[in-house]
């Protein structure tokens, strides 16, 4: 059964304060691994997929890596508007469901 | 290119009542995955469509079901509602591929009294 676990559960960073989180998963046959932001009331909004270990992707403020148990989303000198809950999802080989970890919520003070 | 939309947004509903909540995907999208969210339990799945056929299944008890059309829309019903049923419920759309990246609409916020 395929699991997640991020962390920390909240973050609360002073604005331009860089940070990090991470989200370890277990998962047969990697298809991806996915990231996504979400506001509070609203669907979650796609950020990155990686799909292989040593993969990192960029946006903005933001870059997401992974290793083979781990993803972790780097946020650099953050602003109050990236104040949302943090999403990841890994999907296993031959499903079409994503996974999700119960999220990281990143409260950003000015 | 229009996102995937979510009728009606808000719902209440009374224990015992069904519901029919509608999802239109992103166009040329073929597969349409339906999520619960509650704040106790996070993000779960539901099903998945893709051309008309259920290709996968979460563990949510039979009340629960779910149907795609041939334009790829879909609606999932629940009956014989109960409290615990309150959640928001989250449509998302891909291509159809087990890496294709999944496209959330906004949800429909179901409250059940």
């Known amino acids: 059964e395929d699991q997640v676990t991020q962390s920390p559960e909240a973050l609360r960073l002073q604005e331009g304060e860089s940070s990090s989180l991470n989200c370890s998963y277990t998962v047969s046959g990697l298809r991806g691994l996915f990231w996504y932001r979400q506001d509070p009331g609203k669907g979650p909004e796609f950020l990155f997929t990686l799909y292989s270990a040593g993969e990192e992707k960029e946006k903005e403020r933001l870059k997401a890596t992974l290793t083979k148990k781990e993803s972790f989303l780097h946020i650099t000198a953050p602003k109050p508007e990236d104040s949302a809950t943090y999403l990841c999802a890994p999907r296993g080989a031959g499903s079409y469901q994503l996974t999700f970890g119960k999220g990281t919520k990143l409260s950003v003070i000015p | 290119k229009a996102g995937v939309t979510q009728t009606p947004r808000y719902l209440i509903k009374t224990r015992g009542q069904q519901v029919t909540l509608s999802c239109s995907p992103i166009s040329g999208h073929r597969s349409v995955s339906w999520y619960q969210q509650t704040p106790g339990q996070g993000l779960q799945f539901l099903f998945e469509y893709f051309s008309e056929t259920q290709r996968n299944k979460g563990n949510f008890p039979g009340r629960f079901s779910g149907r795609q059309f041939s334009n790829s829309r879909s609606e999932m019903n629940v009956s014989t509602l109960e409290l615990g049923d309150s959640a928001l419920y989250l449509c998302?759309?891909?291509?159809?591929?087990?890496?294709?990246?999944?496209?959330f609409g906004p949800g429909t916020r179901l409250t059940v009294l």
């Open positions: 998302a759309s891909s291509a159809g591929t087990s890496k294709d990246t999944q496209y």
